[in-house]
Nanobody, 120 residues
Framework: QVQLVESGGGLVQAGGSLRLSCAASGNIFSINTMGWYRQAPGKQRDRVATITSGGITQYADGVKGRFTISRGNAKNTVYLQMNSLEPEDTAVYYC??????????????WGQGTQVTVSS
C-alpha cells in the first residue's frame, strides 16, 4: 500500500506564491517520476510539471519561469514552488508518482489533491 500526503494549497492573491509538498511512503522500492497535475472546474486534468529520479524536469508552457519542481534529499518528496500566481492557476493540484513496488511491478499513484485558489 502506498500513501501520498499533499500539503501547501490555499488562497493567495494574484502575484503571490505558494509551495506544494507531496510525501510518498509505503510499499515502494523506487520512485521513477514524480509530478504535479491540476484540474480546474469543468476542465480536464493537465500536467503541470514532472521530475525524474535523475532530476530531469518538464513544465507545461503556461508555468515555465513561474513554477519550479524539485525533489527532497530523501527522493520520496516532491515540491512545487509556485510564484507570480495568476487567477488562471486556480485548480485542484494533484501529486502523482510512477514507482516500482517491492515486487518490482511498476504503478502510477495519485494523491487526493489540494486546492489552490488565486484571487484577482
Amino acid at each position: 500500500q502506498v500513501q501520498l500526503v499533499e500539503s501547501g494549497g490555499g488562497l493567495v492573491q494574484a502575484g503571490g506564491s505558494l509551495r506544494l509538498s507531496c510525501a510518498a511512503s509505503g510499499n515502494i522500492f523506487s520512485i521513477n517520476t514524480m509530478g504535479w497535475y491540476r484540474q480546474a472546474p469543468g476542465k480536464q486534468r493537465d500536467r503541470v510539471a514532472t521530475i525524474t529520479s535523475g532530476g530531469i524536469t518538464q513544465y507545461a508552457d503556461g508555468v515555465k519561469g513561474r513554477f519550479t519542481i524539485s525533489r527532497g534529499n530523501a527522493k520520496n518528496t516532491v515540491y512545487l514552488q509556485m510564484n507570480s500566481l495568476e487567477p488562471e492557476d486556480t485548480a485542484v493540484y494533484y501529486c502523482k508518482i510512477e514507482y516500482t513496488s517491492s515486487r518490482l511491478v511498476r504503478y502510477d499513484y495519485w494523491g487526493q489533491g489540494t486546492q489552490v485558489t488565486v484571487s484577482s
